[in-house]
């Protein structure tokens, strides 16, 4: 099982950003996957989340409205398109799954500066 995410890097406040994180070694249309993220000094937290066939997300109340998460089973890659950005949303964003045991990508490293 590989989970690999790229897309991350230094934007400025207000820009965009879209993560991407291609999977493999599993079904992937079988399981939802998450994004998470992690900032200095906090815990880690839940993002967003998309059912297996892409039909329910849910997010954390301080990305709706300026994240969306969406995946590509052919492509086995679930994506998280990220406006609006805020100094805030800096963290290392990780993909998540589940099958008997977490899994998680290496991270990409999200930076909102000015």
């Known amino acids: 099982v590989q989970l690999v995410e790229s897309g991350g890097g230094l934007v400025q406040p207000g820009g965009s950003l879209r993560l991407s994180c291609a999977a493999s070694?599993?079904?992937?249309?079988?399981?939802?996957m998450s994004w998470y993220r992690q900032a200095p000094g906090k815990e880690r937290e839940l993002v967003a989340r998309?059912?297996?066939?892409?039909?329910?997300?849910n997010y954390a109340d301080s990305v709706k409205g300026r994240f969306t998460i969406s995946r590509d089973n052919a492509k086995k890659t679930v994506y998280l398109q990220m406006a609006s950005l805020k100094p805030e949303d800096t963290a290392v964003y990780y993909c998540?799954?589940?099958?008997?045991?977490?899994?998680w990508g290496q991270g990409t490293q999200v930076t909102v500066s000015s």
């Open positions: 998309i059912t297996s066939a892409g039909d329910s997300t």
């Open positions: 998540y799954f589940n099958w008997w045991q977490d899994y």
């Open positions: 070694g599993f079904t992937f249309s079988s399981y939802a």
